[in-house]
């Protein structure tokens, strides 16, 4: 775990966070995405670029050129990355440039997730560089726009898991280095109620109020968050009216739901589309749905986590797992192929002006990432 291997990581995580790549900003994602691929390219992986849609970056299919131990095109390791960020163009010159202070390097983006989305590559690099390393065949995605849900991506990822036999995600580590073994699933709502339109003041009487009853549902589907089952409802955003002098004729709102199981999500699915008016004459609107899974703890996850404990004990650490409230990528495949979460950089701070990775943690998930890749079978 030399300083040279550390400052080699740090100077190709340095050249990847200072592009910058808002989801929104395409053409920021497609110039790192150009970085990444040819850096692929000079080492002899086969590289598809995948273009975007409706605005939104491209992304990378990255293959490794060898096949299986027995020579074929058995099912191989997904690992699933992603390079867009939540920061806005600009926060690299502003608000939060590249720095590196003690223990923690700084910048946008820098641990949710390129820390860890270069790490992989770091990992692969090394694999590509020594035959006798090479088992499983590897396949990495680099994709654009995991920060909003993977609305373009998500079908790619989907295919990919279909001819994995594991699936590693490199977000950042949790707590101190944990590895994320479940996730919760993610719902995502919006509800309109629909009222009657009347003068506030000459026809009072006559109208119904679109507001009045969403503050009646507002109450009753934030009552519906349950620590104890591990479930949370949250209204992020309303909207409605037109005029202080007008009785508002519709109201919406955006609710955000977490569960951690598919029990959980069909009964609040089924809770959230039968909400029922308490105001007469006003009419309720529920669409939506789980935008992620659940990321349920299996046996054969559980047997993936069991193989990476062994292979971190090797260089003198302890891994534990933990649960994230927090989806990802590993949402989409958790349920059909056994799939490992949290295996990039530790640090602090996602989607913050404090954002940074811890340095020291550089090298060993590094090598962790290389060591499942060449030893899973």
């Given at each position: 775990m030399s300083n040279a291997e550390t400052s080699r990581l740090l100077d190709g995580i340095r050249e990847w966070v200072e592009i910058e790549t808002p989801t929104y900003h395409a053409a920021g994602i497609n110039e790192l995405m150009t970085l990444v691929a040819g850096q692929f390219d000079a080492i002899g992986a086969h590289v598809e670029r995948v273009p975007g849609r409706d605005g939104r970056g491209d992304h990378l299919s990255i293959t490794s050129p060898w096949r299986g131990p027995k020579g074929d095109n058995s099912a191989g390791?997904?690992?699933?990355?992603?390079?867009?960020?939540?920061?806005?163009?600009?926060?690299?010159?502003?608000?939060?440039?590249?720095?590196?202070?003690?223990?923690k390097a700084y910048g946008p983006g820098i641990s949710?997730?390129?820390?860890?989305?270069?790490?992989?590559?770091?990992?692969y690099r090394a694999i590509a560089a020594d035959p006798k390393l090479q088992r499983l065949p590897i396949r990495i995605l680099y994709t654009s726009d995991e920060e909003i849900g993977s609305p373009t991506s998500r079908a790619l990822i989907?295919?990919?898991?279909?001819?994995?036999?594991?699936?590693?995600?490199?977000e950042a580590a949790r707590d101190g280095g944990k590895i994320v073994t479940a996730r919760k699933g993610v719902g995502r709502y919006d509800i309109t109620t629909h009222g009657r339109p009347s003068h506030s003041g000459a026809r009072h009487a006559d109208g119904r109020s679109a507001i009045l009853e969403m503050a009646h549902q507002i109450v009753a589907i934030e009552a519906m968050t349950d620590y104890a089952r591990g479930i949370t409802v949250n209204v992020g955003q309303i909207d409605g009216g037109t005029a202080d002098n007008v009785v508002p004729q519709t109201c919406t709102a955006a609710i955000?739901?977490?569960?951690?199981?598919?029990?959980?999500?069909?009964?609040?699915h089924r809770r959230l589309t039968t909400l029922q008016p308490k105001t007469r004459d006003v009419t309720i609107e529920v669409s939506g749905g789980m935008n992620r899974l659940p990321y349920e703890?299996?046996?054969?996850?559980?047997?993936?986590?069991?193989?990476?404990?062994h292979c971190a004990r090797e260089f003198g650490i302890d891994l534990a797992g933990v649960h994230s409230g927090g989806g990802s990528d590993g949402n989409f495949t958790a349920h059909k192929v056994a799939t490992l979460d949290g295996l990039g950089s530790d640090g602090f701070g996602a989607h913050t002006l404090d954002e940074h990775l811890f340095v020291s943690s550089l090298v060993p998930r590094k090598m962790l990432l290389q060591r499942l890749m060449e030893t899973l079978e």
């Amino acid at each position: 775990m030399s300083n040279a291997e550390t400052s080699r990581l740090l100077d190709g995580i340095r050249e990847w966070v200072e592009i910058e790549t808002p989801t929104y900003h395409a053409a920021g994602i497609n110039e790192l995405m150009t970085l990444v691929a040819g850096q692929f390219d000079a080492i002899g992986a086969h590289v598809e670029r995948v273009p975007g849609r409706d605005g939104r970056g491209d992304h990378l299919s990255i293959t490794s050129p060898w096949r299986g131990p027995k020579g074929d095109n058995s099912a191989g390791i997904l690992v699933l990355s992603h390079l867009d960020t939540v920061h806005p163009l600009g926060t690299l010159a502003t608000k939060l440039p590249y720095r590196v202070d003690g223990d923690k390097a700084y910048g946008p983006g820098i641990s949710d997730m390129k820390g860890g989305a270069y790490l992989a590559y770091a990992a692969y690099r090394a694999i590509a560089a020594d035959p006798k390393l090479q088992r499983l065949p590897i396949r990495i995605l680099y994709t654009s726009d995991e920060e909003i849900g993977s609305p373009t991506s998500r079908a790619l990822i989907e295919a990919a898991a279909e001819g994995a036999k594991y699936v590693l995600v490199t977000e950042a580590a949790r707590d101190g280095g944990k590895i994320v073994t479940a996730r919760k699933g993610v719902g995502r709502y919006d509800i309109t109620t629909h009222g009657r339109p009347s003068h506030s003041g000459a026809r009072h009487a006559d109208g119904r109020s679109a507001i009045l009853e969403m503050a009646h549902q507002i109450v009753a589907i934030e009552a519906m968050t349950d620590y104890a089952r591990g479930i949370t409802v949250n209204v992020g955003q309303i909207d409605g009216g037109t005029a202080d002098n007008v009785v508002p004729q519709t109201c919406t709102a955006a609710i955000d739901l977490r569960v951690p199981t598919m029990a959980d999500a069909a009964d609040m699915h089924r809770r959230l589309t039968t909400l029922q008016p308490k105001t007469r004459d006003v009419t309720i609107e529920v669409s939506g749905g789980m935008n992620r899974l659940p990321y349920e703890e299996t046996a054969a996850g559980r047997a993936l986590f069991d193989h990476a404990k062994h292979c971190a004990r090797e260089f003198g650490i302890d891994l534990a797992g933990v649960h994230s409230g927090g989806g990802s990528d590993g949402n989409f495949t958790a349920h059909k192929v056994a799939t490992l979460d949290g295996l990039g950089s530790d640090g602090f701070g996602a989607h913050t002006l404090d954002e940074h990775l811890f340095v020291s943690s550089l090298v060993p998930r590094k090598m962790l990432l290389q060591r499942l890749m060449e030893t899973l079978e």
